[in-house]
C-alpha cells in the first residue's frame, strides 16, 4: 500500500518475464492475454468491492510444481502418497490463519467462498444433526447406518432451516437464496434490514428467529455498507439454539487488519467464520473456514465432503498472503480501506449523492442511483464507458428487481492497495458524480424508456478518462515491476 517499489520488483520483473516467454513459446496468445491484461488492470479504476490485487509474492507461489499433487486428505492423514510437502504448505496456511485471526481452528482447503460456506453448512449438519444420531445408535460413522437408518438421518438433515440476509438487503446468494443450494438444502427465511434507515434491526432478526428456529443463522454480507455486531448475532443464536454461521468474505481484510474488533470481530463470536482470502484479505483467489474447537473435526471432514484434492499451489499462496497480513503494515492499510471508504461516501453525498444508510463504516459504499434518474444497468455502463468499474447493486426493495437494480456498489480495497488516499478519493467521487449527472436514460426500440440504454453528454467519458489517467499515473499497480 505504498508508491515505492516492491522491494523485489527487480526479481519479480525478472520471473514474469521468464515466466512469459517460457508460456509464449508453447501458446503465445496466452502470453499475450496475460500481458495485455497487466497493462488493462494498470489502466482501470477498480472499485469492485470485492476484488484486489494479491502482492506478486502472492501471484508467483500459484505458479509452482504443488499444482500437480493429489493430497486429498488432512494434514498427515492423505488418501495419497508422498504428501509431505502438501502437509507443510497446509499446515503453514492453517498455522498463519489462527494466529492472524486468533481462531482455535483453520481449515485451509476450499478452492472458494462457495466452497468454504458448503464445507461450513455440511459440518454444522455433521456436528448438530448426524454426530447426535450416531451417538445414540452407539456408531461412529455413517457406513455404519443401515439403508433404513440412513433413509431416516438424510430425512431429518434435510428438514433443518437457514436464516440469513436477504439478497437485496446486502447478503450472499449462499445464505439462503433460494436459486442457490443453500435455499434447496435448508428450508430458508430471510431477514432483511429497516426500510426507512437501511441498517440491520437485530430486534426484528431476533423475532424472525424465535418463529422460524433455524439450525443456522447466517451473519455476513457482499453489499451491506455497514458494521455488524456479532455479539448480538450470536445472543440471537444461543436464544434460539441456532448455531452462528458468520460469511466474512468481504470484510476478512478488516477483521484482520483490526479495524474490526470486539463485538464487531466475528470470530470469538461465530461457531463457524467463512472467509474468501481474494478480496479485502488481498490474497490468491480460495477460500478458508475457521471454527470453534467443537466444529472442527466437523469441519476437517470437508473433503471428501464436499470437496475433492485440495489446490495445493493455492494453499501454498493462502499461507503466503496471510503470513502478509500478519506484517504490521496491513494493518495500516485495513484502515486506510475502511477510511477511504468514508472520504468517498462523504465525497458523494457533499455532492448530492443517496447512499444506502447515508454513508459506511467499512469498506463499501451502496450509491442509490435512482436519484439520476437511471437504473443500476445504465449507471454501471456509462461509468464502465468513462473509465470507472464498478458493478451494479440492488439496493433494499429495489424497484428494478436484481438484473436492472437501482444502485451502484463501490469499494475501496483495490484503489487503497494502489496507495489512493481521502483526497483520491474525494476526485473519484467527484467524478463519478459528475458522469452520472450527464447521463439520460435511453429510449427502447419502440421508443419507450429503456432500463439499459443511456446517453451521456458529449465530452464528459474524455474529460473522466484523462482525469482517471492523470490519478493513477500517480499511483502505479505493482511499482516498479516493469516487463520488457
Ligand atoms: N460469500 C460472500 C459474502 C461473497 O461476497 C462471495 C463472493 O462474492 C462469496 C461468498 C463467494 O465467493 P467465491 O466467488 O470465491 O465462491
Not at 357 to 378: C, E, I, M, P
Request: charged share 20%; hydrophobic share 40%.
Amino acid at each position: 500500500m505504498s508508491d515505492a517499489p516492491l522491494p523485489y520488483a527487480k526479481a519479480a520483473s525478472t520471473a514474469y518475464d521468464a515466466a512469459l516467454e517460457v508460456i509464449a513459446s508453447v501458446e503465445p496468445r496466452i502470453a499475450e492475454a496475460t500481458r495485455q491484461e497487466l497493462a488493462d488492470q494498470r489502466a482501470s479504476l477498480k472499485l469492485i468491492a470485492s476484488e484486489n490485487y494479491a502482492s506478486p509474492a502472492v501471484l508467483l507461489t500459484m505458479g509452482t510444481w504443488f499444482s500437480d499433487k493429489y493430497a486429498e486428505g488432512t494434514v498427515g492423514h492423505r488418501f495419497y502418497a508422498a504428501c509431505q510437502n502438501v502437509d507443510t504448505v497446509e499446515a503453514l496456511a492453517a498455522e498463519h490463519a489462527r494466529e492472524l485471526f486468533g481462531a482455535p481452528y483453520a481449515y485451509a482447503q476450499p478452492h472458494s467462498g462457495i466452497d468454504a460456506n458448503l464445507v461450513a453448512f455440511w459440518s454444522i449438519l455433521a456436528h448438530r444433526i448426524e454426530a447426535p444420531a450416531l451417538a445414540e445408535k452407539g456408531m461412529k460413522n455413517v457406513n455404519e447406518l443401515t439403508d433404513e437408518d440412513w433413509e431416516g438421518l438424510r430425512r431429518e438433515m434435510g428438514d433443518q432451516r437457514l436464516l440469513g440476509m436477504s439478497l437485496d438487503a446486502g447478503g450472499h446468494l449462499t445464505h439462503g437464496f433460494r436459486p442457490n443450494i443453500s435455499g434447496k438444502m435448508f428450508h430458508q427465511q430471510q431477514y432483511g434490514t429497516d426500510p426507512e434507515t437501511g441498517l440491520l434491526d437485530y430486534d426484528a432478526v431476533a423475532a424472525k428467529a424465535r418463529e422460524f428456529k433455524p439450525l443456522v443463522l447466517v451473519a455476513g454480507y457482499s453489499a451491506y455498507p455497514r458494521r455488524v455486531n456479532f455479539a448480538k448475532m450470536r445472543e440471537i443464536a444461543d436464544e434460539v439454539g441456532a448455531t452462528l454461521m458468520v460469511d466474512m468474505a468481504h470484510f476478512a481484510g478488516l477483521v484482520a487488519g483490526k479495524v474490526f474488533t470486539g463485538d464487531e470481530d466475528p470470530v470469538p463470536h461465530a461457531h463457524v467464520v467463512t472467509t474468501t482470502t481474494h478480496k479485502s484479505l488481498r490474497g490468491p483467489r480460495g477460500g478458508l473456514v475457521l471454527a470453534q474447537e467443537e466444529f472442527a473435526s466437523s469441519v476437517d471432514r470437508g473433503c471428501p465432503m464436499v470437496l475433492g484434492g485440495p489446490l495445493s499451489h493455492v494453499m501454498a499462496a493462502k499461507a503466503v498472503a496471510l503470513a502478509e497480513a500478519r506484517q504490521d503494515g496491513f494493518r495500516t492499510y485495513a484502515q486506510a480501506i475502511a477510511d477511504n471508504a468514508k472520504s468517498l461516501a462523504d465525497g458523494l453525498m457533499s455532492r448530492g449523492a443517496k447512499l444506502v444508510t447515508d454513508g459506511t463504516d467499512n469498506h463499501l459504499v451502496l450509491l442509490d442511483v435512482s436519484g439520476f434518474g437511471l437504473t443500476g444497468r445504465q449507471a454501471e455502463t456509462a461509468l464502465l464507458e468513462a473509465g470507472v468499474v464498478t458493478n451494479r447493486n440492488s439496493v433494499p426493495a429495489d424497484p428494478n428487481g436484481a438484473w436492472y437494480t437501482s444502485g451502484i456498489r463501490l469499494g475501496t480495497p483495490a484503489l487503497t492497495t494502489r496507495g489512493f488516499g481521502g483526497t483520491e478519493f474525494d476526485e473519484v467521487a467527484d467524478m463519478i458524480v459528475d458522469v452520472l449527472s450527464q447521463t439520460q436514460p435511453g429510449t427502447t426500440k419502440a421508443g419507450g424508456p429503456s432500463k439499459a440504454s443511456y446517453v451521456t453528454a458529449d465530452g464528459v467519458a474524455d474529460r473522466t478518462h484523462a482525469r482517471i489517467d492523470e490519478l493513477l499515473d500517480k499511483h502505479p499497480l505493482y511499482p516498479g515491476l516493469d516487463l520488457a
